[in-house]
């Protein structure tokens, strides 16, 4: 399983990006997905996932309001819509995989992960 995010940068406060997550190697619809950031010296924190078939969509308390994460399964392709940036969401942007209906929030459970795109938010 190949995952490779794109659509990272540099955005003012206020701003918009939409992160996208293409999967290879693997049938995309029997993954559930999740997106997860790091910014330096602190931990991978869980930011947002979606179930395999797009019916079960979670948001973290930092995202909720402002991001939205969607999928397209014939495109093998996993999407957060970052709205209403701040500079506190400066960080590196992963998406994840795993082998499930639903996605979890803990990171440990993950199976595969992306190099990360790095998302700049100036204030």
């Known amino acids: 399983v190949q995952l490779t995010e794109s659509g990272g940068g540099l955005v003012q406060a206020g701003g918009s990006l939409r992160l996208s997550c293409a999967a290879s190697?693997?049938?995309?619809?029997?993954?559930?997905m999740a997106w997860f950031r790091q910014s330096p010296g602190r931990e991978r924190e869980f930011v947002a996932a979606i179930g395999r078939s797009g019916s079960f969509t979670y948001d973290s308390e930092s995202s909720k309001g402002r991001f939205a994460v969607s999928r397209d399964n014939a495109k093998s392709t996993v999407y957060l819509q970052m709205n209403s940036l701040k500079p506190e969401d400066t960080a590196v942007y992963y998406c994840?995989?795993?082998?499930?209906?639903?996605?979890?929030?803990?990171?440990?459970?993950?199976?595969?992960w992306g190099p990360g795109t790095q998302v700049t938010v100036s204030s």
């Open positions: 190697g693997v049938i995309f619809s029997e993954l559930a």
């Open positions: 994840a995989a795993k082998t499930s209906i639903t996605p979890p929030r803990n990171r440990d459970e993950y199976s595969y």
